[in-house]
């Protein structure tokens, strides 16, 4: 079975950190892109940022610098480091999963919501 298991959301202040989590099971990890996507009510879902297998990494335009994205195939484990946070960044952040060889599968998570405000 495999799951997606997104955690570290909450409410912060204008400014403040979080460090997302994605934990990962039941495919191949280390050749798997996994990603982080945020989706607020009545938004479309967008990309936050993404790293491959390889371990090279993509960030939407909105970030600016403000996160990381890391990875740590040990522990099966994404991570989202956010500072800088702006109440524009309040969604429900998902972690993607895209196995890079056959059969190519996608998996998603339900989600960790992050809240910023004051």
């Known amino acids: 079975q495999v799951q997606l298991v997104e955690s570290g959301g909450g409410l912060v202040q204008p400014g403040g950190s979080l460090r997302l989590s994605c934990l990962v099971s039941g495919i191949t990890f280390s050749t798997s892109d996994i990603g982080w996507y945020r989706q607020a009510p009545g938004n479309q879902r967008e990309l936050v940022a993404r790293i491959t297998d390889h371990g090279d990494t993509h960030y939407g335009d909105f970030v600016k610098g403000r996160f990381a994205i890391s990875r740590d195939n040990s522990k099966r484990t994404v991570y989202l480091e956010m500072d800088g946070l702006k109440p524009e960044d309040t969604a429900a952040y998902l972690c993607?999963?895209?196995?890079?060889?056959?059969?190519?599968?996608?998996?998603w998570g339900q989600g960790t919501q992050v809240t910023v405000s004051s």
């Open positions: 993607k999963a895209d196995e890079v060889y056959w059969p190519s599968r996608t998996f």
